[in-house]
């Protein structure tokens, strides 16, 4: 017999009302319901508050609104409603999109089959306004069923992740997250990391990730949405946002990579060797991985803003160190990137010459 999955949804919202009501619907419509729906609301001056009290009236699981006494932004304010949550796994809720009502019934499989999974992330479709299909959109791309191990995958595969196709452990958020960045000592990256990359990165530290091939979301596409996840999945768009990427991107990435790496180091000290023994030990893991992932980053960076003598030898520094070669924990770039940065460096000698 299957475990029964306490799996609470955290919500954000600020100025929703276009679109909530669906979103609210489509809740109330799970085959499997959540423990509970848990809404932090942003300073709201439309009628969002209003449909949310509505729909606790008659929901049938739990609804708790909380009304921020300033605004906290988008990101943190997604992370306030996951802190306020109870259940053992959370799923971050996007006012606007549309859940289909097998997404609970089938994550809570995933998990009991998965028990030891920190996160589980599914494919979301695009869709307009009027939640009608736009193309052959998909966000995340996911074509089979993926077991990752911690610190495997791609060297940023925090990146990969968006929040409204993300169910995390709580223990993850509530033990790792808010032990080091809501203590007295404040990291950089405590503020300019987003609500889905936070977890992305602990997830990959510190257990396995599952990859969901199911379409278990609609993900709205509109001139108000404040993120642009999935806008555009044409293979011409990606092909020119890859190549429109370059040092301040790697750098900037970089930089998230080494301060994580100062995050995890902090938290060594803050764990209790006795109890969590394995927890320090994958700490201490991360923080080698992510810095080493930061240091190749900025290598990578080089290529893009030097001249041609410095980006050769930025480019063979990679090379010899493996850095595009997929290995067992994960540093490789990959042969996409290969193919860039080869472009790039002759590109740039061509551009040099001009």
Known sequence: M?????????????????????QLNSLAKQKKFPDEL???????????????????????FVVRIYKNEKRLGHHKNFLKAASLCEGDWIAYCDQDDFWLNKKIETIASIINEFPDSNLVVHVA????????FVGQKFWPRIKRLTVREPLTGSCVSFLR????????????????????????????????????????????????????PNVLVFHRRHTKSLTRSGSDTR????????????ASTYRAQSSICIDYA?????????????EHNLLKEQAIKGKH?????????????????????????AFGKLILSGAYIPDPIGYGLGIKAFAKDFTRTLIGAYLDKK
């Open 262 to 274: 100062d995050f995890l180091d902090y938290l060594v000290s803050k764990v209790e060797q006795k």
């Open 125 to 132: 479709r695009i869709v307009d306004e009027e939640l009608n």
């Open 38 to 60: 848990v809404v932090c609301d942003d300073g709201s001056t439309d009628e969002t508050l209003d449909i949310l009290t509505n729909f606790s009236k008659k929901s049938p």
């Open 289 to 313: 991985y992510y810095q080493t992932i930061g240091q190749i980053l900025e290598q990578r960076a080089t290529i893009y803003d030097h001249q041609f003598v410095q980006r050769v030898i």
């Open 235 to 246: 293979f011409g768009y990606s092909a020119r946002t890859a190549f429109g990427i370059g």
């Open 161 to 212: 992740n968006s929040g409204h196709a993300c169910i995390f452990k709580a223990q993850l958020f509530k033990e790792l997250y808010q032990k080091a960045c809501c203590s007295n000592r404040r990291f950089p990256i405590c503020d300019t990391v987003s609500h889905d990359f936070w977890i992305s990165l602990l997830a990959h530290t510190f257990g396995k990730v599952i990859y969901v």
């Open 2 to 22: 299957e475990n029964d999955v306490k799996i609470s949804i955290a919500m954000a919202t600020f100025n929703g009302g276009q679109f909530i009501q669906e």
